[in-house]
């Protein structure tokens, strides 16, 4: 179904130096998935599959207990299929065969996991995210106190989903129309929308205005901060070292179950139970999201204390390697992003491009149709029962 424009907020519509709301500067976004249930999503794909396996093989009351079902899904909900996956579309009360093939998506902030990507399983799937998620997608996340930036399909909740194209294949910026060339014209160089991107992920505020400007140089050096932070965000390329060239390494063997996470920081030593990995920087610790310390909830949700019984309860039984390697490469990103987050500044910029000139220009309010997902189907999509969806 496609959804409508984005609900109204009560927001100024001129800030105190006059900046543009992101809102109207990348006018579509979406209400990120929800899931309704936790187990069709985990950080081990191989636990994913076996909860899978154990669904289908159950029969009856004892699959619908497994299943949880909700208001918006149950083993008789018919859905179709998420688009450009190939899960089933038949009713899970008769579901049988293989699990889909589990997808990376980012569950929480900088908590890179894995889900079932089958709509059956997920109470509001926002399909329309699905058909513009490819290698090219860049999505810009709102969080209670910053932008996020992931090349995946982000489950984070609350907040709104900004994609930056509109289309598969990076096509179709999710821009207001004639931004780019209005800027072009003033930075006398033509941005593309990943710089763009970048700007906003170096400038945005709190209360989720960007500071445009007119000045090439402090563009540029936006521009330059902004996309450090997008490949850090994104761990996009090259894997990134501390100052010095230094890595956290595991300096005393980590337990098969860890159960307490521990920060000693005259060591700069993070203590899985008796494991030590270190150096990690107290910046690394201390760095949060929504008043929620991010090395603290990432393990939280990998030692969890799930009700026996429940398809939750199927996970790893010793602590996977993968998940060292990504916990060292996470202690890295965030130190760094510690470093590089750019103070929040309301000082005006220099030679600024305000709310008032963009709507001079024609390039504010955006169109309607800018705020609605674009018209994609580049091929057919399974309905429910096996029927062709009609968009």
Same mark, same amino acid.
């Given at each position: 179904?496609?959804?409508?424009?984005?609900?109204? +907020?009560?927001?100024?519509?001129?800030?105190?130096?006059?900046?543009?709301?992101?809102?109207?500067?990348?006018?579509?976004?979406?209400?990120?998935?929800?899931?309704?249930? $936790?187990?069709?999503?985990?950080?081990?794909?191989?636990?994913?599959?076996?909860?899978? %396996?154990?669904?289908? #093989?159950?029969? $009856?009351?004892?699959?619908?207990?497994?299943?949880?079902?909700? +208001?918006?899904?149950?083993?008789?909900?018919?859905?179709?299929?998420?688009?450009?996956?190939?899960?089933?579309?038949? #009713?899970?009360?008769?579901?049988?065969?293989?699990?889909?093939?589990?997808?990376?998506?980012?569950?929480?902030?900088?908590?890179?996991?894995?889900?079932?990507?089958?709509?059956?399983?997920?109470?509001?799937?926002?399909?329309?995210?699905?058909?513009?998620?490819?290698?090219?997608?860049?999505?810009?996340?709102?969080?209670?106190?910053?932008?996020?930036?992931?090349?995946?399909?982000?489950?984070? +909740?609350? $907040?709104?989903?900004?994609?930056?194209?509109?289309?598969?294949?990076?096509? &179709?910026?999710?821009? !207001?129309?004639?931004?780019?060339?209005?800027?072009?014209?003033?930075? $006398?160089?033509?941005?593309?929308?990943? %710089?763009?991107?970048?700007?906003?992920?170096?400038?945005?505020?709190?209360?989720?205005?960007?500071?445009?400007?007119?000045?090439?140089?402090?563009?540029?050096?936006?521009?330059?901060?902004?996309?450090?932070?997008?490949?850090?965000?994104?761990?996009?390329?090259?894997?990134?070292?501390?100052?010095?060239?230094?890595?956290?390494?595991?300096? !005393?063997?980590?337990?098969?179950?860890?159960?307490?996470?521990?920060? %000693?920081?005259?060591?700069?030593?993070?203590?899985?139970?008796?494991?030590?990995?270190?150096?990690?920087?107290?910046?690394?610790?201390?760095? #949060?999201?929504?008043?929620?310390?991010?090395? &603290?909830?990432?393990?939280?949700?990998?030692?969890?204390?799930?009700?026996?019984?429940?398809?939750? !309860?199927? +996970?790893?039984?010793?602590?996977?390697?993968?998940?060292?390697?990504?916990?060292? *490469?996470?202690?890295?990103?965030?130190?760094?992003?510690?470093?590089?987050?750019?103070?929040?500044?309301?000082?005006?910029?220099?030679?600024?491009?305000?709310?008032? *000139?963009?709507?001079?220009?024609?390039?504010?309010?955006?169109?309607?149709?800018?705020?609605?997902?674009?018209?994609?189907?580049?091929?057919?999509?399974?309905?429910?029962?096996?029927?062709?969806?009609?968009?």
């Amino acid at each position: 179904m496609t959804r409508g424009p984005e609900p109204h +907020r009560t927001m100024p519509s001129v800030t105190h130096d006059d900046a543009p709301l992101l809102a109207n500067l990348m006018p579509w976004s979406v209400a990120p998935p929800r899931l309704g249930r $936790g187990w069709p999503a985990g950080p081990d794909p191989a636990s994913l599959k076996a909860r899978w %396996d154990a669904l289908v #093989k159950a029969e $009856g009351p004892d699959r619908e207990t497994l299943f949880e079902p909700s +208001r918006s899904r149950t083993l008789h909900s018919a859905v179709g299929q998420l688009p450009g996956r190939t899960g089933g579309t038949q #009713k899970l009360v008769r579901a049988s065969g293989p699990c889909p093939e589990p997808v990376r998506v980012l569950l929480a902030p900088f908590d890179e996991q894995w889900l079932i990507p089958d709509q059956r399983l997920i109470d509001a799937a926002r399909p329309e995210l699905w058909r513009v998620a490819d290698e090219r997608q860049v999505f810009l996340v709102e969080t209670p106190e910053s932008l996020l930036v992931t090349s995946l399909l982000p489950l984070l +909740r609350p $907040g709104r989903v900004r994609p930056l194209f509109r289309r598969p294949g990076g096509l &179709e910026p999710n821009l !207001a129309p004639g931004l780019l060339e209005l800027l072009h014209a003033r930075l $006398g160089g033509a941005p593309t929308p990943l %710089d763009v991107l970048a700007w906003i992920t170096a400038t945005a505020r709190p209360d989720l205005t960007v500071p445009l400007t007119g000045d090439a140089g402090a563009w540029a050096r936006g521009v330059e901060l902004g996309r450090r932070l997008l490949w850090l965000m994104r761990r996009d390329g090259e894997r990134p070292k501390l100052p010095g060239g230094r890595r956290p390494y595991v300096r !005393a063997p980590l337990p098969s179950r860890p159960v307490a996470l521990r920060y %000693d920081r005259d060591e700069e030593s993070l203590l899985l139970d008796e494991g030590r990995i270190s150096p990690v920087p107290p910046q690394a610790w201390d760095f #949060k999201v929504g008043g929620v310390r991010v090395l &603290e909830q990432w393990f939280a949700a990998r030692v969890p204390d799930p009700e026996p019984g429940t398809l939750a !309860a199927i +996970r790893p039984a010793t602590w996977p390697q993968a998940w060292t390697s990504e916990l060292l *490469e996470l202690i890295t990103v965030l130190t760094l992003l510690a470093e590089d987050r750019p103070e929040r500044d309301d000082r005006p910029v220099p030679d600024p491009v305000t709310a008032t *000139e963009l709507r001079e220009a024609g390039v504010l309010p955006a169109p309607a149709s800018a705020r609605r997902p674009a018209s994609v189907l580049d091929g057919p999509e399974e309905g429910p029962e096996g029927q062709l969806a009609l968009l």
